[in-house]
């Protein structure tokens, strides 16, 4: 793809006779359907299916998602779907995945896009139940990382929740559909589709005055997001309209089994006011991130024995 054919003739250091031969100009980044190889379906969601799939001239393994133009306009998703390549195009981080180009014939939009080998994330917590809290910090580690560099960006991803997150080849985390992601500030009123869970109080009922909402909703879905890898369950889960009535109120309960520090980060982002959530830096240094998160964190206890803790 684009990155390795530029790195291949980079690579090709041409010899003084060279420069007599023409030297090919790397291809202009045009894809089409018979560059790749398509291998066996990996899932569908409501507008598309995604397979995957080899560049034949590099071998390069990737994911290939096909959208019907028929039905993203019968959905009203065309700008949502251009939105979400054009913010996804242009982010490169390793816990991001990666949409490398994106081509069309008459009745498909093809997205290339990152393979990660290890599937979707809701699937490993639906079978595991809940993630013992190494596991939980680690992903919450990444996953602020993540929206670190989206907000430096002024992209708000708007729908973290775990059937949006992927794992790729060496366990780590990847956000992915940035259907629903926006630039900063924001009062879009898109009619919300699927689960209400993860949506913060400035996004359920605006106050009187415009309902601007900024980065610091993907805070709160970063602490719905805690709560529900160590508990199994969302935490204002419940009928729509309790579950409504729930985060607007901020009314929920954090099981005994649930650490202190746990419970401590989790309290700090599921805060109703957006502006006292606790920022993104702060999750980072965190004591139950810092615990289960820095290298040689226990090899430091364990020399400067427990005795202190
Ligand atoms: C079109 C599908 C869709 C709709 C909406 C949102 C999203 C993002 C999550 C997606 N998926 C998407 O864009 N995707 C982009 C992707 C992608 C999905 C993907 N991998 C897989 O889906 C996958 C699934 C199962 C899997 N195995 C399951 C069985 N295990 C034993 C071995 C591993 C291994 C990989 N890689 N890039």
């Known amino acids: 793809l684009p990155s390795q054919a530029a790195q291949r003739s980079s690579e090709i250091q041409p010899r003084s006779s060279d420069y007599t031969a023409p030297v090919s100009q790397p291809q202009p980044k045009q894809f089409h359907l018979g560059m790749f190889e398509i291998g066996k379906p990996l899932g569908k969601g409501k507008f598309g299916r995604v397979y995957l799939a080899r560049e034949r001239s590099t071998g390069f393994v990737c994911a290939l998602k096909v959208l019907h133009k028929s039905e993203l306009t019968q959905g009203k998703v065309e700008k949502q779907v251009r939105r979400e390549i054009e913010i996804q195009s242009n982010l490169a981080h390793p816990n991001i995945l990666r949409l490398y180009g994106h081509f069309h014939d008459s009745k498909r939009i093809f997205l290339i896009i990152e393979y990660a080998s290890k599937g979707e994330l809701y699937k490993h917590l639906r079978r595991e139940q809940r993630f013992p809290e190494w596991k939980a ?20 991803h708007r729908d973290i929740k775990p059937e949006n997150i ?28 699927g689960t209400l869970d993860y949506l913060p109080p400035e996004m359920i009922k605006p106050g009187r005055e ?42 929920m309960t954090i099981p005994p089994f649930v650490s202190a520090e746990a419970r401590d980060l989790i309290k700090r982002l599921l805060v109703l006011d957006p502006e006292k959530r606790i920022p993104l830096d702060e999750v980072q240094q965190h004591p139950w991130i810092i615990k289960h998160c820095v290298k040689g964190e226990r090899a430091y206890q364990r020399a400067s024995g427990d005795k202190q803790r």
């Open 137 to 156: 910090a680690q992903y919450i580690a990444q996953m602020a990382a993540a929206l670190k560099y989206l907000h430096k960006k002024h992209v708000i």
């Open 210 to 251: 415009e309902n601007w909402y900024s980065e610091k909703v993907d805070l709160w879905s970063l602490g719905v997001l805690t709560y529900e890898f160590l508990v199994g369950e969302a935490p204002f889960e419940d009928t729509p309209v309790m579950t409504q009535r729930r985060i607007a109120r901020g009314e």
């Open 166 to 193: 992927l794992v790729g080849m060496h366990g780590e985390i990847k956000i992915s559909d940035f259907g629903w992601s926006v630039h900063a500030p924001n009062n879009r009123r898109n009619t919300m589709c």
